[in-house]
Each structure stands twice: as structure tokens, then as C-alpha cells.
């Protein structure tokens, strides 16, 4: 089974670092609304810790905020799944066709032995495992891509799956600004409910910082699904 760090976990392009810097930017606001220095301390090693990577880094290198609002799960397996991974990482699987993603071409194995990778054709190019995270929007394998592989891949070692572990499930994946949205909800509520931040000038603070983002000018932020009132972070 795969029992590495995800493929490529070290290598993110412009955009995620982007992405990363505006939660770590959250988190200065909230961590200056910490009055008590010890929960300032407190916070930041367990909740708020920062890792430009696409698996918030080996082990708990990051603070649980990153690890569960901007990461899918870890998981290990006879699968080619990451990890952990960024949520908007490109390159999902899913059981049918969803409409947020295109269906890849195909997918090919090249090498043998230790050496095999796994190729995704996507119109027309080739993505080696390694490379997927490349891809400038978001592409689903299905059931079909996989079935002509069934017999081989079911006899893959465990550095073969650990060396190709490059897609996330479709449940787990969402936008780049749900993600940062559920890191800033998430966020809040830790800083005001566990270490008595001032709610309004946190929450003033933030989605003034989330209104003026750069990253995609398209996407206004806050949504309308963000919360307004204390009660509905400290419930969340």
C-alpha cells in the first residue's frame, strides 16, 4: 500500500503559494486578537502552524487548521490516492462524471518493474504522476480510465503505489476559496471560543482582508454562505 508522503508534495505553483499566504495572513490577524502570550504560543503550535507544501508537510509540520480545512485526509492504501493533498489539487477520481471536472483521455503506464509511473493523457499531453499537479484546471478519472490496468495494478508494490499517489476523491475536493472560507471559519471559531480573541475585530479584520483578495478577482469573498454572527462560529 502506499505509506509515503503524497507524490510531488514538496512542489506548488504560483497560485497555491498564493493560496497559503492568504491563510497565513488569517492567521496573523487572529493570532493578534490573542491577548494572553502563552495562548498566543498555544495556538500557533497546534492550530496554526504553516507549511507551503501540498500535504502540510510530514507529520503534524503544520497546525491542524491547514491539515484539515486546505488538506484531504490522510489515507494509505492499494490506491493511487495522495496523502494528503491541497483540496483544489487538479486531478481527482470519482465513480461518474461530475461537472465540475473534464474527463481525462486515458490513462497509460510506462516503465516496468519498480519503475512503472502512471501517464494521464489530457488533451493529448501526457501528465506523469509527478506532473499532474501542473494542470491548470481541475480533470476526474473514472471507473473506465482505470479497467484496462485492473490486473496489474492489483499486484503493484507498495513503492509503486507510495511513487504514483497523485489523484484525491472527489468527496474531498472543493475550490481554493471553500477551502480558505472553512480555514477562516474554522479559525475564528478556535480563536474566540478556546483563546478569548475579540470576535469583532477579528471577524471585521478578516473578511476585510478576504474582500481585497488578488488571488482570482472573479470570486468575491466573503460568500454568502459566510457566518455573521459569534453564535454561528462558536456552532460551526
Known sequence: MATGRTIS???ITGKDTKIISLREKITHLITGEIKDKNFQKEFLKDFARISYTRDAGAGVAAGKLQRDA????GRQGKAPFSNRNLRWHPLIVAAN???YAKEIDKI????????????????????PSPKVYELNQRHVALPKHWLPYIDNLKHWSDNLWTQNSCVIPSLEACDWNDAVETYAILGIAVGIEIYQANFEKIFNS????????????KITLPSKVFPNK???FINC
Do not use: H, W
Open 230 to 232: 459569534k453564535s454561528e
Open 9 to 11: 508534495a514538496n512542489f
Open 108 to 127: 497509460k503506464i510506462e516503465g516496468k518493474d519498480e519503475s512503472q509511473t502512471l501517464v494521464f493523457i489530457i488533451n493529448g499531453k501526457r501528465y
Open 70 to 73: 486546505l488538506c484531504t485526509r
Open 206 to 217: 478578516i473578511t476585510d482582508l478576504l474582500s481585497k483578495q488578488t488571488i482570482d478577482k
Open 97 to 99: 462524471p461530475i461537472k
